[in-house]
């Protein structure tokens, strides 16, 4: 079924729906948006945002930060680009939708991509790349830094016990280790 462009009303676009691929969005983009919006009166200033549609949820994908400086004119509806899918589909559409448009994502928002289709996607680390707008040495890089913080993690130091406390250099009752610890 190919995509359809239609006005939907702001309450039935789910932002929360596990579909945002930035850690967080930013508060003056909402901003210039809303003016962008007050100032264009009954016109829609933007392009259309991308939802996907699974049967019940229309789920934002792309748009973001459009339709929170809608919600906040208090806009009744908005153009919506209708896709079918899942919020996974969603969540992988959303990770590129700024290449070409709108606030680019940051280095932090595409790490985070990256492992989150590491740790929720059967793709390859080559399709982990493409998905997520970044090269394959950036994801060749970033499970090499996981795989040292995991093996960190892991190993108590060369023949000693793993200190428990807070800092990492006392016990767990917060006393230094002993000779015989």
Partial sequence: MPSKTKPLPIELLETDAGTQS???????????????????????PFPPVVVFHDGSR????????????????????????????????ARIFAMTANDSHGLRMTRA?????????????????TEA????????????????????ANRTLSYPPMGGEVNSGED??????GTEPTEET
Avoid at 76 to 89: E, F, M, Q, R
């Fill in 22 to 44: 930035r850690l967080a969005p930013n508060e003056e983009v909402i901003l210039d948006y809303m003016e962008l919006i007050e100032a264009s009166g009954t016109e829609w």
């Fill in 109 to 125: 928002d595409k790490r985070s991509c990256v492992e989150w289709l590491l740790d929720n996607s059967k793709m390859t680390q």
């Fill in 58 to 89: 229309y789920m934002v994908a792309d748009g973001f930060h459009r339709v929170l400086g809608a919600t906040k004119t208090k806009r009744a509806s908005i153009p919506c680009t209708v896709h079918k899918g899942t919020a996974t589909d």
């Fill in 168 to 173: 990492g250099r006392t016990d767990s009752d």
């Fill in 129 to 148: 790349s493409v998905a997520a707008g970044v090269t394959a040495r950036t994801v060749r890089r970033i499970v090499a830094e996981r795989k040292e």
